[in-house]
């Protein structure tokens, strides 16, 4: 039997899948993604990478989901797995198509994968090495097109030339290479890629992390004006804390491969309930001269923790100023608290933790 | 109280390509105060880097220093002050190498590019040192110890022996900031040192910059694009566009009363973390080619409140007051007529 009919029959023996709310586009059951590191010539097996542990969450149709995290904490581990970059190690993506059906996008492969890569779509960081310099931005965004059979080549151009024109390029400069752009208009084309197979889901992975501050506020402006035409959903992976502030309804707190806490914008930034976020909100520079006050800032103690070789209990634990016995020898999982939030921590309901200073 | 340390005058740097002359700096006036901090904030390519290059004349070829003065008021242990013009000083010369390195120092934006892979830490310090001072091979060992403890860095005697590419972003960062405070600089210049970290990081490494300048008095001209860490950080901001400095002023003036629509442009583009969801402002257009400078006014065919006369003729620097100046032709207007008015009278 081939792979291909293999995995169509998979699919079909499968008990219909569900997700826990109808308006849910995406959820993410106990995603686990380990990088196996290997030592010597002999490629002898040394331990894992335990990039993402145990990493559950969902995403509403239409919404903006935010994932923040230092950098090693697997927010790009796991934008990739959701976008089958990666083979996840072991979890559940589920994914609502159209037709309102569910699948699991972490167990398919080949042929029937490839549909839903139309659907999920990406745009990176750099604009520079993001963007193939010997091809020409016609064939960059229609590139997807062409591998997916949709349209002739004057229905391509048509679609391409529509959709530089939405993302506020002239259409004209299609036949031009990316050298003839500025980062700017670069992460444009991005944007075009990512939208020229009409996705639903678009994991923006520190989009705007890399533009000058007048380019990025025009580059968010412009996600947020094609969210609404298109009916787009994004997952936004950025370590920016304003960025994230501004764009997303809700947020979702990485550390170290774990998810620490997930809360809606403001819930998280006003009233955070995990000490690692508290300790992120403190860290944030306050944009008004009069409002300095460094003696208020929390001080992490430490590193971040080496996710192949994590501490026992609350990977958080030998930073965090208010650790207790218990927060060494158990993990605390994540929880659900009043509110619609979800927090991994012993203490969520005792601690009175300090939110982003006000302006 | 406030003692000049550097004073920029008229400071051109142009760079001749093969393409054209660009002119990366275009007559910059700057002081900075021995133990303050001044800010250089704009986007990219407006200059900012090269002049803080200029400083230390380790601008790269094709650039070149084409007029203006640098004087730096050198302080003698014996109390007197010499002045040096910087950008007169012959980029290979003795004078200059004892002012690099030792009295203006400088960190940068990557810290993994900036150290060799090559060397130990403590090698890399230990040369810094000896460069500078008498100190022979143990005592140089001693003092990088000392400094490499006083960034914050655990065990220092174990990590001194270790390569850069065993430390995290944050510790090379402090590992930068020991070896350009080996020597006890006047000024450090600090270009972009946070852009290439996290949050939590990013605020350990800006406290720490800080704290040592409390300890040791020096001043620092600090490199960014990020107002959020001007406003943490500054007693004076620049605002650089396109070579030119539009604005300067105090920290309080700059941010809560601007004056330039770009200083005002820039303030409103910036997403808030304590604001509620509201469109940004972002500023129309992009930074102009810097072969193709528009004429008047560079910041004109951006510029929300242009005039016609703003595309024929370059505002001059208008005081707004003692401290706060600006070039922008809707200022100079009202200053030169308020002048006009005070002869009269």
Redesign the interface.
Known sequence: MSKQAMSQDKLQESVPLTMKDDSYLLEVNNLKMYFAITRGIMARLGGYTKAADDVNFFIRKGETLGLVG??GCGKTTVGRCIARAYEPTAGEILYRRADDTIVDLARLEGQILRQYRKDIRMIFQDPYSSLNPRMTVFEIVSEALKVNHMGTQSEMEDRVAYLLKRVGLRPEYMQRYPHAF????RQRVGVARALVTNPSLIICDEAVSAL???????I??LL?ELQSDFDLTYLFIS?????I???CDRVVVMYVGKIVEVAS?LDL?MDPKHPYTE????????????L?N?ES?I??SG??ADPSNPPSGCYFHPRCQYAKDICSQEAPPLRELPGNRFVACHFAEELDLRG???? | MSELLLEVKDLKIHFFTDEGVVKAVEGIDLKIERGKTVCLVG??GCGKSVTSLSFLQIIHAPGKIVSGEMVYYRQTPDGTTWEIDLAKLNPKGRKIREIRGAEISMIFQEPMTSLSPLYTVGNQIIEAIRLHSKATKDEARKQAIEMLHRVGIPNPDRLIDEYPFTL????RQRVMIAMALSCNPTMLIADEPTTAL???????I??LI?ELQQQYGMAVLFIT?????V??V?DDVAVMYLGKIVERGS??DI??APKHPYTQ???H???????K?E?????QG??PSPFRRPNGCSFHPRCSKAMDICSQIVPAVTAIDDDHTVQCLLYEDVASRAEVERAQS
């Not at chain 1, 403190?282 to 944009?287: D, N």
């Open positions: 230092e950098s500025s980062g700017g208009e000058d501050v007048s380019i990025r506020a025009q968010l402006n947020e370590h920016d804390l304003s960025v502030r501004h764009i914008g930034y300790a992120l909100m403190s860290a944030v520079p306050i944009s008004n001269p009069r300095r460094k800032r001080r992490l590193e971040i982003a200073t006000m302006e | 986007e990219s995290s972003g944050g510790m996290d949050v939590t990081t990013q605020a350990e800006l406290d800080q694009h990020d107002l959020g860490i406003a943490e500054a920290v309080d941010f809560n442009a820039l303030l583009s910036i997403p808030k973390v304590a604001m969801r469109d940004l402002e972002p500023i992009m930074v």
